[in-house]
């Protein structure tokens, strides 16, 4: 099969396509045929080293397809279902893919949407359970329209919590229609989340890492009430909590994405498409700081 890998860290040059041994599912696990996989900033930075050290490495976390081959005991799905869901080997962006955990795609959902879903939604999860986000808190999200951003606030709105957005002007038309009141980021952020929630917020979930973190912890109370997902220096800096995938994956959240989808509680994200064998140009896009749109490669 066809598959991304670099032999040496590097800029996305030293992305490669190149020919793997077919993978097999092992128990409880599922082989898909890859229409889709998502792209994330974790991708470049594997490639730049700041990641695993090992050589050479494969990417991708996230794909959607068709199951074409069940591992031993998987009763679930069946060969020719589309699902989407995680490769714990990293290893998604391929022709084929061993899913380590999955869900049935909904009918109206297409595979590029599917592959943009799992790591933003679990990540998203993730955190509003950390936070102990539920209904009657009052949660600011820094850096609400990105792609996490824009699933955590779809996902604190349906349990029912009130969601105060930063973004740029241009995104407020955006997270207002995600749920979110929407707040301007930068000089004066604080004054004008006060104008609408003059006590202050319950909790804060900093998405952007954009030095914000002693704002968030003066309007939430503490640094107990503060989460961070982008900002490692500093939650060190000021007590605030990091949340990483390895404190405990929100996979459950797979099971209710078709739920939210087919109730209409959760607007799929836009997706720039690459072909597999511009992977490069892909992790150049998402580099650039410039896409706002989910970037997924396109194996076929």
């Known amino acids: 099969m066809k598959a991304a890998r670099f032999d040496r860290f590097g800029g996305p040059e030293v992305l490669e396509i190149v020919d793997l041994p077919d993978p097999h599912p092992g128990p409880g696990q599922v082989r898909i ?63 084929l893919v061993v899913l380590s955990y999955y869900a049935p795609i909904p009918s109206s959902v297409g595979f590029a949407e599917a592959a943009a879903l799992p790591a933003a939604m679990e990540t998203a999860a993730r955190a509003l359970d950390q936070l102990g986000v539920e209904a009657g808190r009052t949660v600011l999200i820094n850096g609400a329209s990105g792609t996490v951003g824009s699933a955590a606030v779809q996902l604190a709105v349906a349990r029912g919590a009130r969601v105060i957005g930063t973004g740029s002007p241009a995104s407020h038309d955006l997270l207002r229609s995600l749920g979110a009141e929407p707040v301007t980021y930068g000089a004066g ?25 002693p704002e968030l912890i003066e309007l939430a109370g503490g640094p ?5 997902l982008a900002d490692f220096t500093g939650a060190e800096t000021y007590g605030v909590r990091f949340s990483r995938g390895s404190s405990g994956r929100a996979l459950y959240v797979l099971d209710q994405i078709g739920e939210l989808v087919e109730s209409g509680q959760l607007t799929l994200p836009a997706v720039q498409t690459f072909p597999l064998a511009e992977v490069a140009e892909a992790h150049r896009a998402g580099e650039s700081g410039q896409v706002r749109a989910k970037l997924v490669l396109l194996p076929h």
């Open 33 to 95: 045929a890859v229409q889709a996989a998502g792209v994330n900033a974790s991708d470049w930075k594997k490639r730049q080293g700041l990641m695993d050290q090992e050589l050479p490495q494969t990417l991708g976390y996230e794909a959607a397809g068709v199951v074409d081959e069940l591992g031993a005991g998987v009763t679930d799905v069946a060969l020719g279902d589309r699902v989407f869901g995680f490769s714990s080997e990293g290893a998604a962006q391929a022709e």
């Open 224 to 228: 107990q009430h503060v989460i961070t």
């Open 189 to 213: 952020m604080s004054e004008r989340v006060r104008a609408i929630a003059p006590e202050g917020v319950d909790l804060a979930l900093d998405i952007a890492g954009s030095g914000v973190l």
